[in-house]
């Protein structure tokens, strides 16, 4: 079992950059692929960016060139900065481990970009 807390949503202005963390219960890197996805009110979920086990990491296209996955092994903890900020860009953001048929949730954070 995998336990996954995310924090570092909050209110920000467009063109704002906000900085997301998902840290972990245990060990996750080289074990499991670890996936940011979010949700908007009415929509379904959507997957984000995910840095797989071997460290490749892959972006949906609405957010390549403005979100960066990362992860810090000693932490356990795996990051999600995002840069130039749009509105459409609200949403509760989930963090995701998965490896096979294994897979875990948090419970999201909150982002609002408003002005």
């Known amino acids: 079992q995998v336990q996954l807390v995310e924090s570092g949503g909050g209110l920000v202005q467009p063109g704002g950059s906000l900085r997301l963390s998902c840290a972990a219960s245990?060990?996750?890197?080289?074990?499991?692929?670890m996936a940011w996805y979010r949700q908007s009110p009415g929509k379904q979920r959507e997957l984000v960016a995910v840095?797989?086990?071997?460290?490749?990491?892959n972006y949906a296209d609405s957010v390549k060139g403005r979100f960066t996955i990362s992860g810090d092994n000693a932490k356990n903890t795996v990051y999600l900065e995002m840069n130039s900020l749009k509105p459409e860009d609200t949403a509760v953001y989930y963090c995701?481990?998965?490896?096979?048929?294994?897979?875990?949730w948090g419970k999201g954070t909150l982002v609002t970009v408003s002005s």
């Open positions: 245990t060990s996750i890197f080289n074990v499991y692929s």
């Open positions: 840095i797989i086990s071997g460290g490749s990491t």
């Open positions: 995701h481990a998965y490896r096979g048929v294994l897979n875990y």
